[in-house]
T-cell receptor, first 114, second 114 residues
Framework: KQEVTQIPAALSVPEGENLVLNCSFT??????LQWFRQDPGKGLTSLLL?????REQTSGRLNASLDKSSGRSTLYIAASQPGDSATYLC?????????????FGTGTRLTVIP | DGGITQSPKYLFRKEGQNVTLSCEQN?????MYWYRQDPGQGLRLIYY???????QKGDIAEGYSVSREKKESFPLTVTSAQKNPTAFYLC?????????????FGPGTRLTVT
């Protein structure tokens, strides 16, 4: 069964710093990998989706990379702002369990200090 | 505004009572999903539906039931058979089932059972 791990569980950085969030998964037979943001008590907001054939995907200050063979993805946030404070989740659907079954990590809680 | 709505935001029930959580979308998406989120755990898939009048069990379907009579609506019933129903419930939708389209999430319903 797919296991998705996100380390660290929590991260605090000063405003303006660049940072990297990590996501690793055990089954590399994935369709894609999706990064989400969740504010406290709220639903998830989709940030980026990388197809299994892609290496990178960018949106504004966010850049996500995917190394399927090693089972890793990173989310790079440039010039962090206090508004970036949230929990970041990665999720993957695997070929074995189907395109609709997303396996989620437990998230990294990011705090950007003004 | 296109999106997913869930109601109510907070729900309180006594043990032994069934309760139904509402999820509506106006994105014209074929597929809809229900996830459960517990502290310290990743989101887990309860049920999903790829098309009207069809749905499949996810990883933790026991104690839950769903219906999909309309494309826009996918209500979830938490029955008295669910042993630990207190959790944050998230509804999602995507363009279609059977293909790993990006999933979009609603704001969630926090259910507390005492």
């Amino acid at each position: 069964k797919q296991e998705v791990t996100q380390i660290p569980a929590a991260l605090s950085v000063p405003e303006g710093e660049n940072l990297v969030l990590n996501c690793s998964f055990t089954d590399s037979a994935i369709y894609n990998l999706q990064w989400f943001r969740q504010d406290p008590g709220k639903g998830l907001t989709s940030l980026l989706l990388i197809q299994s054939s892609q290496r990178e995907q960018t949106s504004g200050r966010l850049n996500a990379s995917l190394d399927k063979s090693s089972g890793r993805s990173t989310l790079y946030i440039a010039a962090s702002q206090p508004g970036d404070s949230a929990t970041y989740l990665c999720a993957v659907p695997t070929l074995q369990t189907g395109a609709n079954n997303l396996f989620f990590g437990t998230g990294t809680r990011l705090t950007v200090i003004p | 505004d296109g999106g997913i709505t869930q109601s109510p935001k907070y729900l309180f029930r006594k043990e032994g009572q069934n309760v139904t959580l509402s999820c509506e979308q106006n994105l014209n998406h074929d597929a809809m999903y229900w996830y459960r989120q517990d502290p310290g755990q990743g989101l887990r898939l309860i049920y999903y539906s790829q098309i009207v009048n069809d749905f499949q069990k996810g990883d933790i379907a026991e104690g839950y039931s769903v219906s999909r009579e309309k494309k826009e609506s996918f209500p979830l019933t938490v029955t008295s058979a669910q042993k630990n129903p207190t959790a944050f419930y998230l509804c999602a939708s995507s363009k279609g089932g059977g293909f790993p389209y990006e999933q979009y999430f609603g704001p969630g319903t926090r259910l507390t059972v005492t």
